[in-house]
Structure formats: structure tokens, C-alpha cells
């Protein structure tokens, strides 16, 4: 619970009184602390990045939160936002920067720059330090890197070099997984971080394009997209990837898709794994002994990104890039649409703040 | 309100040739035409023609000189960064650039980077609006702007030459020499320019970083007279620049991008009695090579090559009747990293049928392409003038007009659609010009209706598509006025306004399409007094939106240039100019602002 004090209440109930604006629930952590954020990419050097607010249903929602708080945009092509300690952390890909905030109030405490080069996701790995996938140049292939930052200087304090390509990071108590999906090029690797040593101990060779992780259990499951149509290497197929944690990361299953199928947004609720095919939306037990056979959900849009979390499937569509897209929330038990609202501009990543 | 003032105002200024009657001299120069065909003057005056003042075309870049001089928008991604053409609210595509009577828009992209065709050297820049795809082919759906060199076989030699130094370490020289008799002709025009263009952003901490661009274009015009039947000519243009790609307010760019054009035509000309016969053989070339980080030697390439052939046949039956009669034969092909090697064959006949009965003047043209990739339609015009009297003329004309995809709309790698359909359009305009002791007023309203719009769009499979999806409709009013006052034999003043009102309406969500500015002013006010001129241009540019769901747009903005010119002597002559005079931040493009107030130093010589 959080502790409201009585002064705070009393403002509360006066400006309550004498302000009709804001029907969101404010606590002294401020309004922005419990929610879900979403990252609006922006379209392409038009520095229109934004931040948008939502509770947990989607029943309402605030858009350009940081510009509110901070009078600044927040920049080109956000790519991600993580958390640490009360504050956020989104990582502005274009603008080659992460800018720092309060949680609570999206005041900006100080932007990072120094030691990042093509910055992509954040992950926190204890209480002062956090990692960030960087890419470098995209075309070069021996420049990435994981910038460390300490999170209590809020600077980038080390660098460790990487394969081709490193993006989305999942965590358990001992490691960390790194998906190398290979920046402008492709990669295959998945690289472990032991959260001891604090280096990388080893590189798990996966599908074509792994881009999304989750863990369950003593499980890693990785879903690769494989090569697409186009690719210089030739068309290979999506491929789901179940890998034994303690037991020396050995591939305990493989799921194969067709080879003109390149699934995408993996994610878990409970012990259903969702992901996304052309569209539709796959509902599969971490049990099963094949890929589900119909889908679960039909998108009446396009998803560009599509997260689940806590008995909510959130699935953001970009729309045609040009205008602001939509979050909408569906029910994991039942594919029920709850609500969909207008987010801004390229709505990607999903960073839940809830209790 | 503000806005209202604006119009009001420029409308005030642009009437007053109506009720003025002083004045002899006009701007426009329209005299007779030779050896460029279909590009020349027209038998009727049935579309809105803008000639651009080619005294000071010498050192200006075509965006500077179409947004100066015109109510067009011209969306430029930063100073002499890419820059592309919107002629009544079209897409950049839709406007072709005509080169001695070649079109020359870019067959992998449907579009002129006008900032790499630079416009010095030419005789004469028109500016028609209107579809005009039987004269011109494909793109040519907005109108088209039109660049000569003409050949008159005269005794005649002078050269010319400006330099011009300017804010930003940016300086430019154009040497332009012209020697000819009743014999021969030739002509070499010869640009050069180089900036480090690290301009401040004004209003912010960052600046212009990766802005610095050079670039040479190379132009000879060669005509033979063989005798009073036979002509031949040669000419060439020849452009290369090397160009880092700007940064924008909030993205670092660390890129560049060379850009290499060839554009070569020989021809013949045939002239007798009533008729005459033009043959052109055209090469054109062109490459870029763009590299991701400007100091390493991995870049990605793409090049088109077009070889033409261009046959056409006049017979005027007397001063009143005339038809023409064409065709033209294209082999087009384009490779590079993200496409492979293709090939397409565009062969086209086209007949134009003039007369004039007394007052009234009407043009029949009729046009059919058969192309070895498309199905494509008809295609043609209808044209008429009619003149009251020497005072009061009105004209309309209608148009069907076509687009063809590019190389890369269908063979981009990934998402290249091969079973691309051409764009087609109607157009349909009218006007009413009104000329009076040398001033003149012109008021245009058209509409265009364009189906099957070739739009690239997010597919499911991770990659852009092209499809033939949209539909638009452009509708809208121009205004242009001249004027000119000569006071006493020492001062001269003379003032142009134009102003455009459009809607360019997306059919499906009917909002307007993004970066189509709906209201654009310009007026230049010119005052010569004994050896000085002053020159003071302005431009109002309204508000242009950057999302199809016109929920973020920029702001509009007004800019004004001045200048003075002073003649030292009949060799010599110094101008000073003092470009954005008010250091306003605007932006054609969002997060890539323009210079703020900047200053120029031309010295001009001449023989």
C-alpha cells in the first residue's frame, strides 16, 4: 500500500474542489507511479517520440506525459523504457540517448548520452546497476556492446563487448539472456550474463533472428522469426525454442514453424504463451508437445508490439505510421477486448509499473 | 486573424494592376521560340505559364528560386539537402522535370532532388501548371517545370561571371560564356559551390553538424547551321555532388550521399516551308551512392540509365493551323543494392492538333504509351483560349494524365510490388487573365482527381509495400499579378504577388494529405533607382501537417530575403543580401530547420 499522508490528502481534497481537470487518482508517489507506460517510437527524424500513460485495463489514457512534465520532446524513435529504483529509464534510440526520470511525477533527472552508441532496451540487474543492448554502428559487426550503467550516478561506468546485434534481455535470479536478433544484419545467438560473475559465460546458438524471450520456471523460451522472403541468405522458417536453464542451457525442445513463417512478440501469462503470426494471435500451454494449431485471436489491425502481463494481452498498432496508433487490452481467459485507446505515434514497448 | 491580414494584404497588393494603368515595362519575356519543340511556346496560352526572371538565376538553387519566385512548396529536408516539388498540392512525383524537352525525373524515385539540378546557364525556366502527360509522358500530372537552352545562330560572344560568398563558409562560382555566329553557336555553363552549411538552429543549442555539401555542374549547349533546312545540336548537363545528410534537432547524422547525373541530347532539325521535323536521341544517367557513416567505405548503390528517341513532325497549314504529330521510344534500366537489374521499354505516339478561329484558340491532343511492364490508358487533352479583346482572355483546358510506378515501387528489395498499376489523374482548370499596359493579372481555379495512387504502406510480413491505394483530390485558386511602375527615366519599380489556395484531400479519411501547405503567398517587390536595386521577396508558407490524421503539423511562417545590387559599371556589379531577415525558425521538413538571418556577397562580371 502506499502511504498517504494527511496533508497531501487535504491538498488532494481542495485542489479535488477547485479542479475538474484530472480524474486520475493521484498518490504522494505521483500520478505516473502505477500504471502501464507506453513507448511511442515517433515516425522516422520527425523528433516526435512521446510518452503515454495507462492504467492496467486501458480504461484511460495520458498522452506526451514527459513533455507535460519536462516542456521537451522527448526526442527520435524511442525504442524502450526500463526501471530502476523509482526511476525510469527510456532509451531513445535515434537521439542516442536514455533520458532519466521520477516515476511518479516523469520530472527528468538527467539524460545520459556519454558511452552510448545505437542504445535498444534496458534491464536492471541489481539495485545500483543496470545493463543497455547497444548496437554501434548497425552495420558493423564487432562494435556491440552492453553499456553498464550505475544507476545511482546515472552514468555509463563500463562496456562489454558482444555479438552481432543484441536487443531484448529477460532475467531470473542468477542470469541474464541477451536475444542478438542482429541489428541491420541477422544473427542467432542468445548470450548468457551471469548475474554473479557478472560477465558473459555463455552463447546459446538458436534460430535465425531471435526477438522475443520469456522465462517460466527453470525454462528459457525463445521465439526466433527467421530469415524473412528477402533475405541475402535465403528464407528460413520461425522457430520456438525451449531451453533447460540448469541443465547447462541445452535445448529441450523445438518447435518448427513453416518456412514462410516468421512469428513474432512472445510473451507469457501465467503458463500461456502468446505470440503473433501474420497478424493473428497463438495462445500455447508451456506443455504442449507442438505449436497450436488455431489461433487464438484474429487482429482486426496490425500489431506492432504485443506484451501480456497479469490476465492482460496488450497489443499496440502502429496504423499506417502517420497518424498516432492504439493500445488496446484484451483478457487473457477469454480474448475479450476491454478497451482501446489512441496512443501517439508508432506505439512499440510496454513498461509496466503495477504493483 | 494573422492569417487573415496576410491574404488581405497580399490581395490588396495583387489587385492593384487592375486599377493602375502606368507603367511599360514588362517582366515576362516571351519572344519567339527555336528548335525545342514541344517545350516551346505554346500555340494558345490554355495553361497557367510562369516564366522565372533568368536575370538572377545565376547563383540561386532551384528550391530557392521556386519558393522565391512561386507559390509552390518545396519540402527540402534541411538547406541544399534532398528537396522535392509539390505543385498544387501534389506528390513529388507528380511534377516533371523537363530538360530540353526530355523529361528527366529519376525512374528509380519519380522525382528531381532540386537541389542537385542546378538552374544557372539556362535561357529560359517556365513553370507550367497543369497535367500535361501527353506532352511529357508519365509524372508530368501537377504541371511540369521546364528548362532551355535555346540556339540562335547570331554573331553574339559575352561571359559572365558570378561568385558569390555567403554565412557558413559557403561559396559558389558560375561562369557562363556564349559564343556564336550565323554558323555555329556554343554555350558552356560551369557551376561550382561548396559550404560547410553548419548553420545554428535558431532557438536551439544544436547546430547544422553534418551539413556540408559540394557540388559541380557542367552544362554545354553546341548548335551547327548547316543551312537554312538543316540544324544540328548537341547538349549536355552534366551535375556531381557530394553531400553529408543533415542532422535533425534531435537525431545526430554522421551519413553522406553522392549523387552523379549525365544527361546528354543530340538532335537534327528540319525546316521547310510548312514543315518542320525534330529528331532527338537522349542519354540520361544517374547514380547514388549513400554511405551510413561518412568515413567508412561501405556505402549502397543504385543507378538508372534511360536511352531515348524522340521524333517529332510539324505541319502548319497556314499562321492559323497547325498539327504535330510524335513519337518516342524509351529503354529504361535501374540497378543497385536493393534492386536487381531490370529493364522496361516505353514506346509512345502522340498527335497535337492546333487552331485558332478568330478569337478563340483550341488544342486537341491525344496520346497512347505502350509500355513492356503496363497496361496503360489513353491519354488526353483538351485545351481553349478565348480573347475578348487585347485587355480580357479567359482559358481552360482538361487533361487525362498518368504515372508510372518506379523501379523502385516495383523491384525494392524487400517489398518491391511488381504488379503495380500507373497512377492515373484527370485535371480540369480554368482561368482568367487580364492584361493592361504591361500588368497583369492571372486567377486559376483547378481540380484534379487522381486514382490508383501508388502508397507504401506496412505490411504483416515485417516489411513496406507499395499498393495502388489511394485516391486524392486537389482542388484550389491561384492569383498572380505584375506590376511595374516607371516613374521618370532613374526609377523603376516593379512588384509580382502570387498566392495559392489548395486542398489536397485524402478520399478515404478526407483529411488533408500531409506536407500540403493549403495557403502559400510570395510577393517581390524590385525598386532600381539610377545603378541600385533593391530586391525585397516574401514568403508566407501556412501550416503544413506531418500526419495523415493532420494531428501534428508545423507552424506557418514568413520569411523575407532582401538584397541590393549595385552596378559599378557595364562590367562590374555588387550585390549584398540579407536572406531571413526577421531569423525566424522555419521548416519544411520536421526537426530540420533552416538557416536563420544569413548574408550573401555576389561580385558580377561581365564582357
Not at chain 1, 15 to 30: A, L, P, Q, R
Request: glycine share 8%; with cysteine.
Amino acid at each position: 500500500m502506499k502511504k498517504i499522508n494527511l496533508l497531501f490528502l487535504f491538498s488532494f481534497i481542495v485542489i479535488g474542489f477547485t479542479s475538474c481537470e484530472k480524474d486520475t487518482v493521484t498518490t504522494d508517489n505521483g500520478e505516473y507511479f502505477e500504471g502501464v507506460f507506453v513507448v511511442n517510437e515517433g515516425q522516422f527524424m520527425h523528433g516526435n517520440a512521446s510518452l503515454s500513460f495507462t492504467d492496467k485495463n486501458v480504461s484511460t489514457i495520458e498522452n506526451e506525459i514527459f513533455k507535460k512534465a519536462n516542456g521537451i520532446v522527448l526526442g527520435d524513435q524511442a525504442q524502450s523504457i526500463g526501471f530502476n529504483n523509482d526511476k525510469a529509464y527510456i532509451v531513445v534510440t535515434g537521439s542516442n540517448k536514455i533520458e532519466v526520470a521520477d516515476v511518479g511525477t516523469m520530472q527528468r533527472n538527467v539524460t545520459i548520452t556519454s558511452g552510448l552508441n545505437y542504445p535498444r532496451y534496458f534491464e536492471t540487474i541489481s539495485e545500483n546497476t543496470a545493463l543497455v543492448t547497444c548496437w554501434g554502428d548497425p552495420n558493423d559487426a564487432t562494435d556491440d556492446y552492453l553499456a553498464v550503467i550505475n544507476t545511482t550516478s546515472d552514468e555509463v561506468t563500463g562496456n562489454i563487448p558482444v555479438a552481432l546485434g543484441p536487443e531484448k534481455m529477460v532475467k531470473n535470479n542468477d542470469y541474464l539472456f541477451i536475444a542478438h536478433q542482429g541489428a541491420y544484419s541477422t544473427n542467432n545467438k542468445v548470450s548468457v550474463f551471469d548475474l554473479i560473475l557478472k560477465q558473459i559465460t555463455h552463447s546459446i546458438t538458436v534460430g535465425d533472428r531471435p526477438n522475443s524471450m520469456v522465462i517460466k520456471d527453470n525454462y528459457l523460451w525463445v521465439l526466433c522469426g527467421g530469415e524473412p522472403s528477402w533475405s541475402a541468405t535465403g528464407e528460413t522458417a520461425g522457430q520456438l525454442f525451449k531451453i533447460d536453464i540448469n541443465n547447462n542451457f541445452t535445448i529441450a525442445a523445438t518447435y518448427d514453424f513453416d518456412t514462410t513463417e516468421h512469428p513474432k512478440f512472445l510473451s507469457i501469462d501465467g503458463d500461456k504463451l502468446f505470440y503473433n503470426l501474420n497478424d493473428k494471435v497463438y495462445q500455447m500451454d508451456t506443455n504442449a508437445a507442438t505449436l497450436p494449431a488455431t489461433e487464438w485471436l484474429t487482429l482486426n489491425g496490425s500489431a506492432y508490439n504485443m506484451e501480456a502481463n497479469d490476465g492482460i494481452l496488450y497489443i499496440t498498432d502502429a496504423i499506417d505510421y502517420q497518424q498516432e496508433g492504439k493500445i488496446s487490452a484484451y483478457d487473457t481467459s477469454n480474448a475479450q477486448l476491454l478497451n482501446t485507446k489512441t496512443a501517439g505515434l508508432i506505439p512499440g514497448d510496454i513498461g509496466f509499473h503495477l504493483e | 486573424m494573422n492569417k487573415f491580414w496576410i491574404i488581405f494584404t497580399l490581395l490588396i497588393i495583387s489587385l492593384l494592376p487592375a486599377f493602375s494603368q502606368t507603367g511599360d515595362k514588362s517582366y515576362y519575356v516571351l519572344d519567339s521560340v527555336e528548335l525545342t519543340g514541344l517545350s516551346s511556346k505554346p500555340l494558345l496560352k490554355a495553361y497557367h505559364h510562369f516564366e522565372l526572371p533568368d536575370s538572377i538565376t545565376g547563383n540561386l538553387s532551384l528550391p530557392r528560386l521556386l519558393t522565391q519566385n512561386t507559390t509552390i512548396f518545396v519540402k527540402e529536408y534541411g538547406k541544399a539537402m534532398l528537396a522535392s516539388i509539390s505543385l498544387r498540392g501534389t506528390g513529388a512525383s507528380h511534377t516533371q522535370i523537363v530538360w530540353n524537352g526530355i523529361p528527366v525525373n529519376s525512374i528509380l524515385t519519380g522525382q528531381t532532388d532540386l537541389n542537385t539540378f542546378s538552374p544557372a546557364g539556362f535561357d529560359r525556366i517556365i513553370l507550367k501548371k497543369g497535367g500535361s502527360s501527353v506532352s511529357y509522358g508519365s509524372g508530368a500530372i501537377g504541371g511540369v517545370v521546364v528548362f532551355e537552352d535555346r540556339i540562335r545562330f547570331y554573331k553574339t560572344f559575352h561571359l559572365i561571371n558570378q561568385t558569390k560568398i555567403g554565412s557558413f563558409n559557403t561559396g559558389l562560382n558560375n561562369f557562363k560564356i556564349v559564343k556564336a555566329n550565323h554558323k555555329w553557336y556554343g554555350k558552356l555553363n560551369l557551376q561550382w559551390q561548396k559550404s560547410k552549411n553548419n548553420y545554428p538552429y535558431p532557438g536551439y543549442q544544436v547546430s547544422n553538424e553534418n551539413g556540408a555539401y559540394q557540388g559541380l555542374d557542367y552544362a554545354t549547349t553546341i548548335g551547327y547551321h548547316i543551312n537554312n533546312q538543316h540544324r544540328i545540336y548537341f547538349k549536355s548537363k552534366l551535375s556531381y555532388w557530394n553531400r553529408e545528410t543533415s542532422r535533425t534537432l534531435y537525431m545526430p547524422q554522421n551519413a553522406k550521399l553522392l549523387t552523379g547525373n549525365q544527361r546528354l541530347l543530340t538532335g537534327w532539325l528540319f525546316q521547310h516551308r510548312h514543315l518542320s521535323a525534330q529528331t532527338d536521341l537522349a542519354y540520361l544517367y544517374e547514380n547514388f551512392d549513400y554511405y551510413p557513416q561518412k568515413n567508412n567505405n561501405a556505402f549502397s548503390h543504385s543507378q538508372s540509365r534511360i536511352y531515348l528517341i524522340k521524333n517529332l513532325l510539324t505541319w502548319s497549314f497556314d499562321k492559323s493551323k497547325k498539327i504535330m504529330v510524335g513519337n518516342e521510344w524509351q529503354h529504361q534500366q535501374a540497378t543497385g543494392d536493393h534492386i536487381n537489374r531490370h529493364t522496361r521499354q516505353n514506346y509512345a505516339v502522340f498527335g497535337i492538333w492546333s487552331q485558332q478561329i478568330s478569337h478563340l484558340t483550341y488544342q486537341l491532343k491525344l496520346r497512347q504509351d505502350i509500355n513492356s511492364g503496363q497496361r496503360l490508358p489513353v491519354t488526353g487533352a483538351v485545351a481553349a483560349s478565348y480573347k475578348f479583346n487585347p485587355h480580357h482572355s479567359i482559358r481552360v483546358n482538361v487533361s487525362k494524365n498518368y504515372r508510372l510506378p518506379t523501379f523502385n515501387d516495383l523491384y525494392w528489395t524487400p517489398g518491391g510490388n511488381p504488379d503495380l498499376k500507373p497512377e492515373d489523374s484527370y485535371g480540369f482548370e480554368a482561368g482568367y487573365d487580364l492584361q493592361w499596359n504591361h500588368s497583369q493579372l492571372q486567377l486559376t481555379a483547378f481540380y484534379i482527381n487522381s486514382q490508383n495512387l501508388i502508397k507504401w504502406t506496412p505490411g504483416n510480413n515485417g516489411f513496406w509495400q507499395p499498393n495502388n491505394i489511394e485516391q486524392a483530390i486537389y482542388k484550389g485558386l491561384e492569383l498572380n499579378t505584375s506590376k511595374s511602375f516607371n516613374i521618370n527615366s532613374k526609377l523603376n519599380i516593379e512588384n509580382k504577388t502570387g498566392i495559392a489556395y489548395r486542398q489536397a484531400v485524402n478520399l478515404k479519411n478526407k483529411k488533408q494529405l500531409p506536407f500540403t501547405p493549403q495557403l502559400t503567398g510570395q510577393n517581390t517587390l524590385r525598386i532600381m533607382i539610377n545603378k541600385f536595386a533593391v530586391i525585397y521577396h516574401y514568403r508566407y508558407q501556412g501550416k503544413i501537417y506531418t500526419t495523415t490524421s493532420n494531428t501534428k503539423f508545423l507552424p506557418a511562417y514568413h520569411l523575407h530575403n532582401v538584397s541590393l545590387t549595385y552596378n559599378y559599371n557595364r562590367h562590374f556589379k555588387f550585390e549584398i543580401g540579407i536572406n531571413n531577415l526577421a531569423n525566424a525558425y522555419y521548416e519544411n521538413v520536421p526537426t530540420r530547420p533552416q538557416p536563420g538571418r544569413n548574408y550573401e556577397f555576389l561580385i558580377n562580371f561581365k564582357i
